[in-house]
């Protein structure tokens, strides 16, 4: 189980938890509405923990609208082909080319620009070119969101523009062309978020070291989209308690794996017992070895401090291999020291 709540990635024993198992498909439906991406790992769960009043909030009608709505005003700021809101939109069944614009789907008429004040009047300009519609496909792809997939749906049946007599308002066309910044994600946001992800999980299960830097796995991905906060919660959500997330104020954030003891001992021990005494005796001490080392690499380091490295300065196989040799040593040496005597005591024995 995870420490964390997946809602504020606060530790769970800051305040009282609910264990959600029947609501899981409610939390699923929240995070879909939010259009948070949580419900990727939300939909793999049997069931989850977390703050109560967490879920009281994230759950919440009012408050699920009040964040859809922060989200269009952001997108809309972003954006100024957005529609007036005195005016309805032409439904796309009666959508026409020779009189509603491309792009905002609105009337786009010089006779109705006249009657409005000179500063609110838009420009109005037909297709010229047919490469237009080409331009515009690409602009489409490369945006990938649901106003690119409108003007999709309205050019791409259509062979001639220039014939068809399409227009446009001027500023329609500059904000289509311009890339959404907004902060609503859509589904290719959420899977190169994903794609990034699995890179650095990709990366901390091939590496042998228990602690990394939230920095270091950041540059893994190279991903800009990917957040610090969007790191540490998809790390809780896969590892859970197998991991502790240590922040300091104006320092770097390290993420330590403290469950890896169990992993080495359970591979090293039952896999390969030796029937030889001596290299069964080996073995043991190259667990134990092992272990030590592990315990030595789970302490928390401050990577802008000096320290020494552990790898350079501890190898299981060579510590276990001086140790052996000079215990071997002494014991060669005591049983010299015992030969000697007892031969001594016999040449006594004998002068007597």
Same mark, same amino acid.
């Given at each position: 189980?995870?420490?964390?709540?997946?809602?504020?990635?606060?530790?769970?024993?800051?305040?009282?938890?609910?264990?959600?198992?029947?609501?899981?498909?409610?939390?699923?439906?929240?995070?879909?509405?939010?259009?948070?991406?949580?419900?990727?790992?939300?939909?793999?769960?049997?069931?989850?923990?977390?703050?109560?009043?967490?879920?009281? =909030?994230?759950?919440?009608?009012? $408050?699920?609208?009040?964040?859809?709505?922060?989200?269009?005003?952001?997108?809309?700021?972003?954006?100024?082909?957005?529609?007036?809101?005195?005016?309805?939109?032409?439904?796309?069944?009666?959508?026409?080319?020779?009189?509603?614009?491309? %792009?905002?789907?609105?009337?786009?008429?010089?006779?109705?620009?006249?009657?409005?004040?000179?500063?609110?009047?838009?420009?109005?300009?037909?297709?010229?070119?047919?490469? %237009?519609?080409?331009?515009?496909? /690409?602009?489409? *792809?490369?945006?990938?969101?649901?106003?690119?997939?409108?003007?999709?749906?309205?050019?791409?049946?259509?062979?001639?523009?220039?014939?068809?007599?399409?227009?446009?308002? $001027?500023?329609?066309?500059?904000?289509?062309?311009?890339?959404? #910044?907004?902060?609503? =994600?859509?589904?290719?946001?959420?899977?190169?978020?994903?794609?990034?992800?699995?890179?650095?999980?990709?990366? =901390?299960?091939?590496?042998?070291?228990?602690? %990394?830097?939230?920095?270091?796995?950041?540059?893994?991905?190279?991903?800009?989209? =990917?957040?610090?906060? $969007?790191?540490?919660? *998809?790390?809780?959500?896969?590892?859970?308690?197998?991991?502790?997330? #240590?922040? /300091?104020?104006?320092?770097? #954030?390290?993420?330590?794996?403290?469950?890896?003891?169990?992993?080495?001992?359970?591979?090293?021990?039952?896999?390969?017992?030796?029937?030889?005494?001596?290299?069964?005796?080996?073995?043991?001490?190259?667990?134990?070895?092992?272990?030590? *080392?592990?315990?030595?690499?789970?302490?928390?380091?401050?990577?802008?401090?000096?320290? @020494?490295?552990?790898?350079?300065?501890?190898?299981?196989?060579?510590?276990?291999?001086?140790?052996?040799?000079?215990?071997?040593?002494?014991?060669?040496?005591?049983?010299?020291?015992?030969?000697?005597?007892?031969?001594?005591?016999?040449?006594? @024995?004998?002068?007597?």
């Amino acid at each position: 189980m995870s420490q964390f709540c997946f809602i504020c990635s606060k530790p769970l024993n800051e305040s009282k938890i609910v264990v959600v198992d029947r609501g899981i498909k409610t939390l699923i439906d929240s995070s879909v509405e939010r259009n948070d991406g949580l419900f990727e790992h939300l939909k793999d769960q049997k069931s989850i923990t977390i703050h109560m009043e967490c879920r009281k =909030i994230y759950t919440r009608k009012s $408050t699920i609208v009040a964040v859809k709505r922060q989200n269009e005003i952001e997108e809309a700021s972003t954006s100024k082909s957005s529609p007036p809101r005195t005016r309805a939109r032409v439904n796309e069944s009666h959508f026409c080319l020779k009189k509603d614009c491309l %792009f905002c789907g609105f009337e786009a008429s010089e006779e109705s620009e006249k009657k409005k004040a000179l500063n609110d009047r838009r420009k109005i300009s037909k297709v010229a070119t047919l490469e %237009f519609k080409e331009s515009l496909l /690409k602009v489409a *792809r490369a945006r990938f969101d649901d106003v690119a997939k409108t003007v999709t749906a309205r050019i791409e049946y259509e062979h001639d523009l220039v014939a068809a007599g399409a227009k446009y308002h $001027t500023n329609c066309f500059h904000s289509f062309l311009r890339p959404n #910044t907004g902060s609503k =994600i859509g589904r290719r946001q959420d899977e190169s978020i994903n794609l990034a992800m699995a890179e650095i999980f990709t990366y =901390i299960e091939n590496s042998d070291d228990c602690q %990394f830097s939230l920095e270091e796995l950041k540059d893994v991905c190279k991903n800009p989209a =990917i957040d610090n906060r $969007t790191i540490k919660l *998809r790390l809780k959500l896969k590892y859970g308690n197998k991991i502790i997330i #240590t922040e /300091k104020p104006g320092r770097l #954030t390290f993420i330590l794996f403290i469950d890896n003891k169990l992993d080495i001992l359970s591979t090293v021990w039952y896999e390969n017992k030796k029937e030889n005494e001596g290299e069964e005796r080996f073995r043991i001490l190259k667990a134990a070895a092992a272990i030590i *080392r592990e315990d030595i690499q789970s302490a928390v380091f401050d990577n802008n401090d000096n320290y @020494y490295d552990i790898n350079e300065e501890i190898t299981d196989a060579s510590l276990c291999e001086q140790f052996i040799d000079i215990q071997q040593e002494e014991e060669d040496e005591e049983e010299r020291e015992e030969d000697i005597i007892v031969e001594k005591g016999f040449e006594d @024995y004998q002068s007597d």
